[in-house]
């Protein structure tokens, strides 16, 4: 057992702090929340900025593009950027960390030759066509289906909570290619150009009031047989190592920026004077204890996903029912320190409330995650 | 290998691993009933085995006639000590060795003032109290957990500069008794049959067991990486978490267990009621979070 970082991880971290404090004040004025074209072209620049440093895909494979980097630098990484304030994946994030993953795991050499390298230079965009209006715990009773018609697939239903579906090039889609089989052995994976006739995009707007994700209708899409990745009625078992890279690392950039949240709260409640409500105070103290807990769970799973040679564990999901619950205990106790200033939409923290909410659903309900840790961590039995 | 490795060693396992055979084999579940029935918690054959096996002499260096390793060490040894219900002043009689004649080696048990106020475990079985000239003269109170006896002092003491170990090691023994009762609630759940099916089935047991399992995760990293950099604040949230991971775990195994969970017979209360006792010993939830709390306004200025 060791937190001590090496001599070559000091020296990583160092040149990353350094070139952050270079970049940043060189970057542009951040777009409006609503101003998709604006965002994209944002989130675009900085990735063609980390692209040039060679910082882009750290994490992935030499032979996908990426920099082959240890599964704790990649953790500096996240730590450091986060740290010094700079811009999130944003529209990046389906290409980043689900997309990409996918295809520089299963991918044939063509594909990841065609689809990874504009990925690391920030060129494309991806979003993810996984949800249906009747499939979101239940992912694999998906219904969209795919119709195999010459070199293409014909793919027609729809898809839910698509992220950034307005600005991407791509999405990585599940489909159903044989209704006839079990559920989970039915389905195929296919990257579908955003451009092709027969998709339309209704954004959906959150509880929130921003339009974050969208309703992606497809009918009759034609998808070319060649953007198949895996095998036909294989695209279970590929979407399953997207979804463990999600549950991975996802979320270690939040876990420090709820930890420099929580700072300024414990300040924001000295200067208004609730810091001496024992209650909140003792509050405050309690999710210092959680927060930092949770950092070194990070560094456990990181450690054992090391060890492992890079597959992200079961430990991602007891780590998702965790943060979620402490995230969302974080922003309530914003607003007790905020008090009645909490119901205005322009205090600090409100919006990141209502957002927090998400947490426990998005990327596996904290439901569905406490059955995978008791049915695969545990090994309690299936329910009927 | 590059990178912070923060699992355990191969070694550290090893230690891990034969602590646990030799209170399997020296404490199982047999002389634990066996202790409660008599109503006698140290034994000190036993201690002085423990002695012997340098599991009080951990800490201190080779030279001295110790084992030499550290406090990383430490937790994963008390971590079996709690997993298995080992009673007596454990933890005091550590932080002893090389400072009371005879705790390195086990033919002393020494005791702490650990609990706030009058309350002092073990006393009539101790030979010394950590940090205090004499052992004090104290009245028998009633004890909730049969196996730390109670005694009623009129001057107690202070834990004073033992405070932060203490309350790590305690914090692992909470943490080995919240892996057991998770244990022992999964295999309750895929052995108990109702409805036609093992309760473990049912998503209600099912989640109760998941959230075990998270409590005790989370606890498990913040006692190691709290043992690794002794940090104030990280043993402060260590033991906050452990002890909620433990009192709460024997809760919901209890709940688990249902009818058989209310019994005498069923260890499960044995591990609720030492979990309370060390929830009030070297640093209680709301010293821990006064300490966090305080931490958090002093980080960044």
Same mark, same amino acid.
């Given at each position: ?5 090496t ?8 040149r ?10 060189a ?49 500096i =990484? /996240?730590? %450091? ?7 999130? $994946? #944003? +529209?990046?994030?389906v @290409?980043l ?16 030759a ?6 690391l230079r ?8 996984f ?70 995009v ?14 992606? =209708? /497809?009918? %009759? ?7 198949? $990745? #895996? +095998?036909?009625?294989d @695209? ?45 105070r003792r509050?405050?103290g309690?999710?210092?204890?959680e ?40 922003y ?35 439901q ?10 545990l ?6 | 290998?590059?990178?912070v ?35 006698v ?83 009539a079985?101790?030979?010394a ?7 004090p003269e104290?009245?028998?109170v ?10 009623r ?35 309750h ?19 109760l ?18 043992a ?30 249902g009818?058989m ?34 931490d ?6």
């Amino acid at each position: 057992m060791d937190l001590t970082y090496t001599d070559e991880e000091q020296e990583f971290r160092a040149r990353l702090r350094e070139w952050l404090a270079k970049e940043l004040p060189a970057l542009p004025p951040r777009p409006s929340p609503d101003d998709w074209p604006g965002r994209r072209a944002y989130d675009a620049g900085w990735q063609r900025r980390l692209y040039e440093a060679g910082y882009a895909g750290l994490h992935w494979p030499l032979d996908a593009g990426g920099r082959g980097a240890t599964p704790t630098q990649h953790l500096i =990484f /996240l730590e %450091e950027t986060e740290r010094a304030g700079a811009p999130y $994946v #944003g +529209a990046n994030f389906v @290409g980043l960390l689900h997309a990409g993953p996918t295809i520089a795991a299963e991918g044939t050499a063509a594909q990841r030759a065609r689809w990874l390298p504009p990925v690391l230079r920030g060129d494309e965009m991806w979003c993810q066509g996984f949800s249906e209006p009747d499939a979101g715990s239940d992912l694999a009773s998906l219904r969209t289906r795919a119709v195999r018609d010459g070199d293409d697939y014909v793919v027609s239903g729809s898809k839910i909570w698509t992220s950034h579906a307005e600005v991407a090039d791509w999405c990585e889609l599940l489909v159903r290619t044989d209704p006839g089989a079990p559920k989970h052995r039915g389905i195929t994976w296919l990257a579908m150009p955003m451009d092709a006739p027969g998709i339309t995009v209704r954004p959906l707007r959150t509880l929130a009031g921003s339009a974050e994700f969208a309703e992606v =209708f /497809l009918d %009759e899409v034609r998808v070319p047989v060649e953007n198949r $990745v #895996g +095998a036909e009625n294989d @695209g279970w078992r590929v979407t399953m190592v997207t979804l463990s890279f999600e549950r991975g690392t996802a979320f270690v950039g939040e876990v420090v920026a709820c930890r420099r949240t929580l700072a300024l709260l414990a300040r924001a409640a000295k200067e208004n004077g609730r810091w001496d409500d024992p209650v909140l105070r003792r509050t405050l103290g309690r999710l210092h204890g959680e927060l930092g807990a949770l950092w070194r769970l990070t560094q456990w799973n990181v450690s054992e996903s090391q060890r492992s040679g890079g597959v992200p564990g079961t430990g991602g999901s007891v780590f998702k029912l965790a943060y979620s619950h402490a995230r969302q205990e974080l922003y309530d106790a914003a607003a007790q320190v905020l008090g009645a200033g909490s119901l205005a939409l322009d205090e600090e923290w409100v919006l990141d409330r209502l957002s927090s909410l998400s947490y426990t659903i998005a990327a596996g309900t904290s439901q569905i995650q406490r059955n995978i840790v008791a049915e695969r961590v545990l090994g309690l039995p299936k329910g009927r | 290998m590059s990178g912070v490795d923060f699992q355990p060693t191969g070694e550290q396992r090893d230690l891990r691993a034969g602590v646990r055979d030799l209170l399997a084999g020296r404490y199982g579940r047999e002389a634990l009933r066996a202790s409660v029935e008599a109503g006698v918690a140290v034994d000190r054959r036993l201690w002085r085995e423990l002695g012997g096996a340098g599991f009080f002499a951990l800490r201190l260096p080779e030279a001295d006639g110790g084992v030499g390793l550290g406090l990383p060490e430490a937790v994963l040894v008390f971590e079996e000590a709690g997993r298995a219900l080992l009673p007596g002043p454990l933890v005091a009689t550590f932080l002893a060795a090389g400072v009371v004649p005879g705790a390195a080696a086990g033919t002393a048990v020494v005791t702490a003032f650990d609990l706030d106020g009058p309350l002092v475990a073990h006393l009539a079985e101790a030979d010394a109290v950590l940090g205090a000239p004499a052992l004090p003269e104290g009245e028998p109170v009633r004890s909730v957990d049969p196996l730390t006896p109670l005694h009623r002092v009129a001057r107690p003491g202070r834990a004073g500069p033992y405070r932060d170990e203490g309350a790590l090691l305690t914090a692992a023994l909470q943490l080995g008794s919240a892996l057991r009762t998770l244990e022992l609630a999964v295999a309750h759940a895929r052995r108990r049959e109702q409805f036609g099916q093992p309760i473990g089935a049912f998503q209600a047991v099912k989640h109760l067991c998941a959230g075990m399992l998270v409590r005790a995760e989370v606890a498990r990293t913040a006692v190691y990486a709290a043992a690794l950099t002794g940090d104030g604040a990280e043993i402060a949230a260590a033991k906050l978490l452990a002890d909620e991971a433990a009192v709460q775990g024997a809760r919901d195994c209890l709940q688990v267990y249902g009818g058989m969970g209310f019994t005498w017979e069923a260890d499960v209360h044995l591990h609720l009621k030492r979990a309370w006792v060390r929830a009030e010993q070297w640093r209680t939830a709301a010293q821990a979070e006064e300490l966090l709390a305080a931490d958090l306004l002093g980080a960044d200025g």
